[in-house]
């Protein structure tokens, strides 16, 4: 710390003393007395009044930490004698100004004011009298004989000043990379200069202990995610000019070595190859081990599916530094695990779904999954085989999904085989493939039987890709995520001549935190088909709106248009849009919210013909770990009439 004259030091402005509320007050000093009388109280025993004249900021800050009124909010304050009222009056104005320091007021002038304070007591009640032979019953008017009773009031005055301003900042960067920035190097100069630059008590702005305490933190978790693991401080100083106006600040930052990765330590394998877990690190020996670089394994580990738990370290050891090891500690998943469900939405009724994993096909490094899934009007069967996940986040898979849907007019069967490439990670996902499809769609009778069917096969080329940026993957509050789906192909159907179709599809959903634990969500999507007149696609290439996850308040997949024969059908172009507000019933139960939304949309053959049909209403929502279960009650403009959505499921 730098001495300098005419300078107020501060090793980081000092904290004062706040004990929790309910904590024990020091016991008065030896020896300390004060004339009871000094502090009068009625024979009931009122206690003094405090009354704090303030800006709001320290007034909230006094309230909760000054001694004086810790001790007025304490259950047996009635017990603490006069003499110990009167010592904590006159230490006020010290920890007052104590604790403006705190939010950068180091000008502050306190007073202290003691004097008596008028306080009428409680009305009289008045007394009944009782009837007579020559009176009615009646309210007998009692004199109001009531004296203002006297009870101590103390005034704490506070001239806060103005608050204190950063006037220069010196940051130097010792260690290693002070001195690769100072040789040359390119990349520790940008590490040295986004530090600074990113300084968050920059010249001009308010200085306060809570932001110096911050800004300090913020440099050494950037260095460490940087590479540099035992960056420390070798000394920080805030001086406060004597007019308590002004503070200079002072920091020497020791970044220690740059780590850089050595041997890869791998514990916990049983089934799987040490050789592969180490090719997923995707950095190499002697490169900087950097946060990014860190998190990006584990996740690649995370997402092959392999592992139950996965952890990678490295420990700060400064002379390891140039060679730090690695330590990946790994649990491994069962080789094999099948998973039963079940679970109701207002889509397509009652559900259940039974899933089977093999994670190492005969030994081969490949896995497959296969998922059965029924309900009322949907039946699937999905099949995927792939390889593992390699050091670009990246598997080839062979997939395969049967599925039967039907409704009160229709009845769809198809086949969808697809062979492709998968990008997988947190933040982005794309998929690009190429797929076969034949599908038999159906008229149904009233008794489910179909007829006048019509023979689809299709064959394109696709490429969908996910975007995330959310605060959480599972209950996002903060951030958006959008996805766009390209596709391009050929047709051709019993009922019509071959022919190439596009199709273009993209959505968007954005979460914004409002303040007061106030939540708002806001959807988009859109859609078309691209295609001749007359030329027929699978209905899994078209849109169609309404249900859980689209425009509520209409039955699932109903907002489309209808066929010659008046049944509901996949259309060319979709648009729906929605937005929702939402916000914890309780402080108490932040996973318990309730929700207003309003929705919009629809699927049709024209964007002329795509007139929006409006639901809007109210909801509950439980944010449970596996994910956020959901029961809206949403009334149809169009239909004029009500529906329940549901959404819940359980595995086993």
Known sequence: MVAMQGCALLDGPPQPAAPADGDALPSPAAGASAPASTLPRDAEGRLPRLEIRAPSDLRALLEQHLDLARAMRLPDAASVDPAEWTRLIEAAPAQARELARVLGRFSAQVSVEVGPDMEEPAAPTPAATAPGPSTATASQAVPDTRQAIAVTRVVLKVQAGPKARVRRLALDVQGELGSAADQGDEQAREVRDRLRSSWGLPEGSDFTNAAWGDAKTAVIAQLRAAGYLSATWSGTSAQVETDGRSVRLFLVLDSGPLYRAGDIEVTGLVHHDLAQVRGLAGFTTGQ???????????????????????????????????????????????????????????????????????????????????????????????????????????????????????????????????????????????????????????????????????????????????????????????????????GAGATDGNDSNPGPFGRLYGRVIGYWPTGRNWYLQGKLEAGQVLRRTGLQVPDSQL?????????????????????????????TVLWTGSLEIARPFTRETPAFWWAAFVDAGRAADHWTDADPAWGYGLGVRWRSPVGPLKLDWAWGQELGHARLHLNIGIAF
């Open 288 to 486: 900087a081990l950097t946060e990014a670089r860190l998190i990006a394994y584990q996740e690649r580990l995370q997402k092959t599916g392999l592992f139950d738990q996965v952890s990678v370290a490295v420990v700060p050891a400064q002379a390891s530094a140039a060679a730090a090891p690695v330590q990946v500690r790994l649990q491994e998943s069962t080789l094999q695990s099948a998973t039963f469900s079940v679970g109701y939405t207002s889509n397509v009724g009652p559900k259940a779904t039974v899933e089977h994993r093999y994670r190492r096909v005969l030994g081969w490094p490949l896995t497959s999954r296969v998922k059965l899934g029924w309900a009322a009007s949907e039946q699937t069967i999905d099949g995927e085989l792939s390889t593992y996940l390699d050091t670009r986040f990246e598997r080839r898979l062979l997939g395969l999904v049967v599925k039967r849907e039907t409704d009160d007019a229709e009845i769809v069967l198809s086949q969808r085989w697809r062979l492709g490439l998968a990008h997988d990670t947190t933040a982005d996902e794309w998929l690009n493939f190429i797929e076969a499809e034949r599908a038999r769609e159906c008229d149904a009778n009233a008794s489910g039987v179909g007829f006048h069917c019509e023979d689809l096969n299709a064959l394109s080329l696709n490429r969908h890709r996910i975007w995330r940026r959310v605060d959480s993957v599972l209950l996002p509050t903060d951030g958006y995520s959008a996805q766009l789906q390209l």
């Open 543 to 571: 849109f169609r709106a309404g249900g859980d996850d689209s425009v509520r308040g209409y039955a699932y997949r109903s907002l489309a248009p209808l066929s010659d024969s008046g049944t509901v059908r996949g259309g």
